[in-house]
């Protein structure tokens, strides 16, 4: 198994003296060429997580082991088998160019300078970068910056790349190019990835399985496609005759509804009995349509963020 992170916590102290859990017995594994999406709310539990995978934080309970590795007992050789981009464009010195920044961080990994160079040069033409090598990182678009952080992370080889948010604010012709490079690294060259992003769309596109954490603990985990084929036949589009007032809004966003326009929206129900639940708390507006939909990661995860639901799906 590439990574296992196995029942790992963490806890906090308060100025008072007592404790704070951050994360509580999170488990899950990652095979080599699959991507997970680490999902989760703010607060979760999902930065923590991650750097306690890449030895930045210490746990209180647990181990990560990578290729069978305890990141405990030999720390330094696992987590050099890690690659990581937990800030993006701004883990780079911008007055450096790509070439110049791939090279500083290879020194740091101990990859000879002419290896590094090497290595640089070939991950910028993947990524479409080459023209790119000798101007400054401050004069490149965003997108490409963060092209460049990546491929910063990956020029000592590793197997597992940790990626937070590496699409976000970004237009849509450069988030297109950072999920077909990260895409193409899963596939082609057998990386393992671990990927936190608040962008449903692209977890759902890019990942293999999905763990989803709420209040430092896992409450989904399984594949994507089968998390979002069980709870497919439970999931209705109501269509309604106009907008919703605030007390029938606040009403169906409390049930977890994700309006997807103005008069449409979509909502997982537990039970049969909630679809007139739910035409209860539209009154009196009309509805013109009211169906069974295809649940997609989004609504997924409201359902389990808000409404408490817990669930696993073995991979």
Request: with cysteine; proline share 3%.
């Given at each position: 198994?590439l990574l296992e992170v196995d029942h790992?916590?963490?806890?906090?102290?308060?100025?008072?003296?007592?404790?704070?859990?951050?994360?509580?017995?999170?488990?899950?594994?990652?095979?080599?060429?699959?991507?997970?999406?680490?999902?989760?709310?703010?607060?979760?539990?999902?930065?923590?997580?991650?750097?306690?995978?890449?030895?930045?934080?210490?746990?209180?309970?647990?181990?990560?082991?990578?290729?069978?590795?305890?990141?405990?007992?030999?720390?330094?050789?696992?987590?050099?088998?890690?690659?990581?981009?937990?800030?993006?464009?701004?883990?780079?010195?911008?007055?450096?160019?790509?070439?110049?920044?791939?090279?500083?961080?290879?020194?740091?990994?101990?990859?000879?300078?002419?290896?590094?160079?090497?290595?640089?040069m070939r991950l910028l033409r993947l990524?479409?970068?080459?023209?790119?090598?000798?101007?400054?990182?401050?004069?490149?678009?965003?997108?490409?910056?963060?092209?460049?952080?990546?491929?910063?992370?990956?020029?000592?080889?590793?197997?597992?790349?940790?990626?937070?948010?590496?699409?976000?604010?970004?237009?849509?012709?450069?988030?297109d190019r950072i999920q077909a490079q990260?895409?193409?690294?899963?596939?082609?060259?057998?990386?393992?990835?671990?990927?936190?992003?608040?962008?449903?769309?692209?977890?759902?596109?890019?990942?293999?399985?999905?763990?989803?954490?709420?209040?430092?603990?896992?409450?989904?985990?399984?594949?994507?496609?089968?998390?979002?084929?069980?709870?497919?036949?439970?999931?209705?589009?109501?269509?309604?005759?106009?907008?919703?007032?605030?007390?029938?809004?606040?009403?169906?966003?409390?049930?977890?509804?994700?309006?997807?326009?103005?008069?449409?929206?979509?909502?997982?129900?537990?039970?049969?009995?909630?679809?007139?639940?739910?035409?209860?708390?539209?009154?009196?507006?009309?509805?013109?349509?009211?169906?069974?939909?295809?649940?997609?990661?989004?609504?997924?995860?409201?359902?389990?963020?808000?409404?408490?639901?817990?669930?696993?799906?073995?991979?």
């Amino acid at each position: 198994m590439l990574l296992e992170v196995d029942h790992v916590a963490k806890r906090y102290r308060k100025r008072d003296g007592g404790e704070v859990p951050a994360v509580r017995d999170v488990s899950f594994t990652l095979e080599s060429g699959r991507i997970l999406a680490f999902l989760g709310p703010n607060g979760a539990g999902k930065t923590t997580t991650i750097k306690m995978i890449a030895g930045l934080v210490r746990m209180d309970g647990g181990d990560v082991r990578i290729e069978g590795r305890s990141i405990k007992g030999s720390g330094r050789v696992a987590i050099g088998r890690l690659g990581a981009v937990l800030e993006g464009s701004r883990n780079l010195y911008w007055r450096l160019t790509p070439l110049e920044n791939i090279e500083y961080f290879a020194g740091i990994r101990g990859v000879p300078r002419a290896r590094a160079r090497e290595r640089g040069m070939r991950l910028l033409r993947l990524c479409g970068l080459e023209g790119k090598a000798g101007e400054t990182v401050q004069h490149l678009s965003r997108g490409m910056q963060q092209l460049v952080a990546i491929c910063s992370a990956l020029v000592h080889e590793p197997r597992i790349l940790l990626l937070d948010e590496p699409t976000l604010g970004l237009d849509l012709d450069a988030a297109d190019r950072i999920q077909a490079q990260v895409a193409r690294l899963a596939r082609e060259e057998g990386v393992g990835i671990v990927l936190t992003t608040h962008q449903m769309d692209v977890a759902e596109h890019l990942s293999d399985e999905v763990v989803l954490l709420r209040e430092g603990a896992v409450v989904l985990h399984g594949l994507t496609q089968e998390v979002t084929r069980r709870l497919g036949g439970d999931s209705y589009r109501f269509e309604l005759e106009r907008e919703p007032g605030q007390e029938q809004l606040a009403r169906l966003t409390g049930r977890g509804a994700l309006f997807d326009s103005p008069r449409s929206f979509r909502l997982l129900l537990r039970e049969p009995r909630d679809f007139y639940a739910v035409l209860r708390d539209i009154e009196p507006i009309g509805v013109l349509g009211a169906g069974r939909d295809t649940a997609d990661l989004a609504t997924v995860f409201r359902h389990y963020v808000g409404n408490g639901a817990d669930g696993e799906v073995q991979p």
